[in-house]
């Protein structure tokens, strides 16, 4: 199994401003993701971060709006840049051993947009 | 694009009744994980099916794999307290994406 840690928990920002979020895992993983959940809701994936390249991101994210870095096989940050109250939402990573392994989820940050 | 959705968006039971969320996709599967998140929580990981017709059980959950693996189940005999929480199954494309594909998620409430 692997444990992830994702920070900050949670964050209330101005609208316009942008927010890193960190995503530390105890092992290697093969396999990185970055999610939002809005309450109540289920998971939407954003982006597949790849180690040493340009995150794969899924149909209605671009990169402009949800930068991705993955330096190594252990850590992850997802920015959301120039946020609007839309932007408002639990941001997930998760992080998997093998390829088709299960996903072990951080514990989400949860950003407010004024 | 390919949908995962689960039945029922919300279920309520007296604590030891039964509770049952079905889960069915647009496409064929590789494999299918259920998640279990509690209120506040993250999701946590439950099981993974990978066999067509497939059946796991983990003490009062049964998970169930289709045969065509398109859908599955997840089944609670006796539900207690600390069942509450949304379960979601997720599947795994058969391409070389290795993407998880969410579920809708099924909110489980039960009554003490």
């Known amino acids: 199994s692997a444990v992830i840690s994702q920070k900050p928990s949670r964050d209330i920002c101005q609208r316009g401003t942008s927010l890193t979020i960190q995503c530390q895992v105890d092992s290697q993983v093969t396999m990185m993701f970055w999610y939002r959940q809005q309450p109540g809701q289920s998971l939407t994936l954003i982006a597949t971060a790849n180690q040493g390249s340009e995150a794969t991101y899924e149909s209605g994210f671009v990169i402009d709006k949800f930068p991705i870095s993955r330096p190594n096989l252990t850590f992850s940050t997802l920015t959301v840049s120039n946020m609007s109250p839309e932007d408002s939402s639990i941001y997930l990573c998760?992080?998997?051993?093998?390829?088709?392994?299960?996903?072990?989820f951080g514990p989400g940050t949860r950003l407010t947009v004024l | 694009g390919q949908q995962v959705m689960q039945i029922p968006q919300y279920q309520h039971v007296q604590e030891g009744e039964d509770f049952t969320t079905y889960c069915n996709s647009s496409t064929t599967l590789s494999n299918i994980q259920w998640y279990k998140q509690r209120p506040g929580g993250h999701p946590v990981f439950l099981i993974q099916l990978v066999k067509s017709g497939e059946v796991k059980k983990q003490k009062r959950l049964t998970f169930q794999f289709g045969e065509a693996k398109k859908n599955s189940s997840l089944h609670i005999t006796a539900t207690q307290t600390t069942d509450v929480g949304t379960y979601f199954c997720a599947g795994v494309r058969m391409d070389s994406s290795y993407k998880l594909i969410f579920g809708s998620g099924t909110r489980l409430l039960v009554r003490p």
């Open positions: 998760s992080g998997g051993v093998g390829l088709t392994d299960t996903q072990y």
